[in-house]
């Protein structure tokens, strides 16, 4: 399967641990991006990655949460001290061009007891 | 980016053709109208995108009206597999706009048999 894929699929945490999530870009996508997605809402911009760089962060992403795609492939995101309102579908996608076509990854649920 | 209105939810007999409107009238002339959809428990997949002429790809086809204030999705001949979330997104296509896609609550499209 060469798409974008995510691990864990599913995480259950208890409030406070902290949970870190894998994302596997389609291998020629220089392009990452992070959402987050609630129940019944459309996916929310998190941050977004060209290469190695960072360049631009939702003001959705608190300073609990980070992000990093250390060598430009795989991508992690970490949240710390997780709360409640963290539950939701964190979606990895990845592309090659700027022009929105965006391929998503089936996502990486967490729940926060 | 130009904010984007669709109904909240659509019936359509299987075999008939699904037609997804989209309402975007504040949008610019260097905006782009994508169309991605999301099947339950998977990530978005994109569908199609257009400027101000009308697309078709093996999947849909897009109709921009001349005014380019909205559009419409269309799906030739509906199967039960389409049953999704469809999302319509206006964004422009350049970094000044940032990298985020705003999808919104889309349309919940329900092909019945």
């Known amino acids: 399967d060469t798409g974008v894929s995510q691990d864990p699929r599913h995480k259950i945490t208890k409030r406070g641990q902290n949970v870190t999530f894998r994302c596997d870009p389609i291998?020629?996508?220089?392009?990452l991006y992070w959402y987050r997605q609630t129940l019944g809402q459309g996916p929310e911009f998190l941050t977004y990655f060209q290469n190695e760089a960072q360049l631009e962060k939702s003001r959705l992403l608190s300073d609990r949460f980070s992000a990093e795609r250390p060598k430009g492939s795989f991508s992690t995101l970490e949240i710390q001290r997780t709360e409640q309102g963290d539950s939701a579908m964190y979606l990895c996608?990845?592309?090659?061009?700027?022009?929105?076509?965006?391929?998503f990854g089936e996502g990486s649920r967490l729940t926060v007891l | 980016d130009a904010k984007t209105t669709q109904p909240t939810s659509m019936d359509c007999a299987e075999g008939r053709a699904a037609n997804l409107p989209c309402n975007h009238s504040?949008?610019?002339?260097?905006?782009?109208v994508y169309w991605y959809r999301q099947i339950h428990s998977q990530g978005p997949q994109y569908i199609i995108h257009g400027l101000k002429n009308n697309e078709t790809n093996e999947m849909a086809s897009l109709i921009i009206t001349e005014d380019r204030k909205s559009s419409t999705l269309i799906l030739p001949h509906a199967t039960l597999r389409d049953t999704a979330v469809y999302y319509c997104?206006?964004?422009?296509?350049?970094?000044?706009?940032?990298?985020?896609?705003?999808f919104g609550k889309g349309t919940s499209l329900l092909v019945t048999p």
């Open positions: 291998s020629e996508h220089n392009r």
């Open positions: 504040t949008i610019s002339g260097n905006e782009y």
């Open positions: 996608a990845s592309s090659i061009r700027l022009t929105g076509e965006l391929f």
């Open positions: 997104i206006v964004r422009a296509l350049n970094s000044n706009s940032g990298y985020a896609l705003n």
